[in-house]
């Protein structure tokens, strides 16, 4: 699968819009990941999306310190301002991906949320990018690096370019629309919406969803690495959080939540006998247990008021050894 592309390489220099924003994200599943996370006087959690701060907000309520990691310098203010000077708060820019080093001096921790995805200002400030319903730079970047979407269309070709619409979107138009962006390299997202239009016949639309929107979702997660980021945070579970600490995720979608129940499975470890033994001899044990066999769905009052959280997914571990 190609991956996105190498950061260092030399790009074209494009401004990103810090625009500030009233910065107002609904938080998802809020009493359920902040009850997992069992937060308590003394204890430190970070939070390696703070966004708009409601799980932080809601952590530090309940006594605990919270280190608010975020890629995007306009929800670090946001959330910065939110949380009012509390000196149990302090908020660092970076990638959870990168946690062991953004929060070399913390670690071992009790706790660790990410909350996946992008948070509503970022998808309603058309500058950013993000939309195809609303005109702007077709950037997507969730951070002030990198390349945004159009140069990551014009770097890529496009087999590659298919095979990131194909994985991340599930697009089953992937390689006629590939060739429609490549050839028309756009550089607004309503341009790219109609190039995505174009490359599909028309019967085929799906009903329920813009025909962009598997593009779009699958150039956002390229343009930000966003499973690369999720499998490096997973595999840095085990060195960020000490014995009896929890690592809660929310996810959106089925990729991101395939992956999450994976690795959960791989940390908790258990009985790799085969499945005819009438007793275990392996005595296999991972350090991780499951806090709950299933992933935690929101209610429906809560689908009700947010019908962004009917996707949702919340899985936690605690390390027990
Ligand atoms: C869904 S929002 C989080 C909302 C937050 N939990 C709240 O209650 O307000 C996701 C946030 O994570 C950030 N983010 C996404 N991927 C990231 C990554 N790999 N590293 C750091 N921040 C990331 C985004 O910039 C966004 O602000």
Redesign the pocket.
Known sequence: MPGPPSRSRALPSSEHPLTPVDFH?Q??L?HETVDVLLPKEGKVIL??????????EALLARGATVVG????PV?LAA?TARMGGNARFQARQ????ELSSVAQDLLPVDGVLV?????SP?LDVAERGFSFMKDGPLDMR??DTGPTAAELIAITDERDLAQILRDYGEEPFARPIARELKRALPQRTLEAAEVVKRAVPRKAWPDRIHVATRTFQALRMAV?G?LE?LDALLASLPSLLKVGGRAAVISFHSLEDRKVKEAFKALVGGCTCPPGFPVCVCNSQGNFALVSKKAVAASDAEVEANPRSRSAHLRAVEKVR
């Open positions: 994200h938080t998802v809020l939070d390696g999306t703070l966004g708009g701060g409601g799980h932080t990691v975020d890629r995007d929800a959330a970076g990638n959870f991906a909350d996946l995805g992008v948070s970022q969730m951070g930000n966003e980021a």
